[in-house]
């Protein structure tokens, strides 16, 4: 079963408008943590955003923040305000012990901004 | 503070060689990982380490091999490359202990083909 699911391969937005990337998961755990890494065409990884399960407000950093429905499993990333240089893949991840306390990665979403 | 250091960036071998991915962290972290990024399939984990002399198997573990002699080091070896072997290879590092809110730091990245 897919631990993780991210069911947007791709995503266009126009510059200075807010963005949804959505992210499901699944897990048994009471505690796990969810993060969000962002990837740009240089190919390193970025980190995001963290936010864990008991954390009673969504987490925010900046122009990131992440809409965390514990009920429905999602953990979506908001990003305000687009600017080109979001342009990236972006990946939904989980740690939590059902896995062995590893992270477990989505598929990505690419993000493309247009000017 | 270098964070995760892996080498090389890029490497071609031939079918059926072998080589070694090195990566190295100077954050004390006792976890360790390797994934292997490939297009649409997020990053997938191919070995992991909860430190020095403990280490255990991910998802796709067949065809390399891995050690941990020393907290600091953790080498990715491929034994016999083979075409489908073609990927980008990330080491990444975090803090343990059972925790589920620490993120990993990764490396720039190796990319390597197979011909």
């Known amino acids: 079963a897919q631990k993780i699911t991210q069911t947007q391969p791709g995503m266009f937005v126009q510059e200075k408008e807010a963005v949804t990337l959505d992210c499901t998961y699944d897990?048994?755990?009471?505690?796990?943590?969810l993060f969000w890494y962002k990837q740009p065409s240089s190919g390193e990884m970025i980190f995001l955003i963290y936010q864990g399960s008991y954390d009673q407000q969504n987490a925010t950093e900046g122009r990131y923040s992440l809409n965390f429905q514990k009920a429905r499993k999602s953990a979506n990333l908001v990003i305000s305000a687009s600017q080109l240089g979001d342009s990236a893949m972006y990946f939904c991840a989980m740690r939590g012990l059902e896995y062995g306390n590893k992270l477990v990665f989505g598929a990505g979403t690419i993000l493309r901004v247009k000017s | 503070n270098a964070g995760v250091t892996q080498t090389p960036k890029f490497q071609v071998l031939k079918t059926g060689q072998s080589m070694t991915l090195q990566c190295a962290q100077d954050?004390?972290?006792?976890?360790m990982s390797w994934y292997r990024q490939d297009p649409g399939m997020g990053l997938r984990l191919i070995h992991y380490s909860v430190g020095a002399g403990i280490t255990d198997q991910g998802e796709v573990p067949n065809g390399y091999n891995v050690s941990r002699s020393t907290t600091e080091d953790f080498p990715l070896r491929l034994l016999s490359a083979a075409p489908s072997q073609t990927s980008v290879y990330f080491c990444a590092s975090s803090y343990g202990d059972g925790g589920v809110n620490y993120g990993y730091t990764f490396g720039s990245g190796t990319r390597l083909t197979v011909v």
């Open positions: 954050m004390n972290h006792e976890y």
């Open positions: 897990t048994s755990d009471p505690s796990y943590g």
